[in-house]
């Protein structure tokens, strides 16, 4: 058996730790039953399934393969817990809706934004057990410029702003409805002109090695950055029929050997091939 997973963009600005969205670069699990060769995030949360809902845990072979970044803020764990509870729900006859898989998922990850994106494709808005998918205008274009350097979560949560004045939570909740109408939308002046976020992403750009330089290719009207989850990977946004390719290359010159990934969003999310 199968299972695909999307690579998924949490946050996109205002919408920390509730909004995500599925791209078309996906990791590829297989799943066999057999002896485990070693222990992984996707074995965890296997087993976690069946803990959950009190069964034995069948023993399995796992191996994949890998086109997602790892630690670059494009979901590569949320891959993994996923595709680990997929698998287990379709060994168990599939008793869980996806729904009820948002919910373990997020019980694993600590947090909702990839794994529902992940699961559910499209751009997803999360919290607690309530999840909203919107299906993104193809008017707007995106591509993930990925550093070769990673970045730590943990690290990354450490510059969150622990308390906002209202007048912060109140442009945080202005631009995070304003970006997923502009999505919807695709209305690209919307989207830049949303308010910027407040929480997290100002004080984890300025941790990002060369992001000034990238913010200087990309200071156009035609372009809008936003963090990729906790980064290294900083997720462009423009109209769909705007060039970049001048600006990649400068890109491709700074020294950390920036890659661009040209995406889709994937407006389905995980899927599962083939049975056990």
Known sequence: MLVRVPAT???????YDSFGMAFNIYNEFEFKLGKLKESSLISKSFKFYFKKLGLDCPEVDISGVSEVP???????????????????????????????LLKLATELEGHPDNVAAAIFGGHTI????TVVKVEVSEKLKFYALVPNFEMST???RTLVAKTLSTSEAVQNIA????????LRLGDFE?????????IHQQKRFENIDEYESVKEIFNGE??????????????????????????????????????????????EGAKVYGTF
């Open 190 to 198: 919307l989207l830049k002109s949303a308010p910027e976020d407040t």
């Open 126 to 129: 999360a919290f607690g057990d």
């Open 175 to 182: 631009g995070a409805a304003m970006i997923t109408n502009a």
């Open 9 to 15: 963009s949490a946050n996109i600005g205002p919408g």
């Open 70 to 100: 790892r630690s670059r803020g494009l979901g590569s764990s949320a891959t993994c817990i996923v595709a680990g509870l997929m698998a287990a729900n379709e060994y168990n006859g599939s008793k869980l809706d996806k729904y009820e």
């Open 222 to 267: 035609n372009s809008k950055l936003f963090l990729s989850g906790s980064g290294s990977t900083i997720l462009l946004v423009g109209k769909a029929e705007t060039d970049f390719s001048k600006e990649f290359k400068k890109l491709s010159k700074l020294k950390n050997n920036w890659k661009v990934f040209d995406c889709e969003v994937d407006n």
């Open 154 to 156: 943990e690290v990354s």
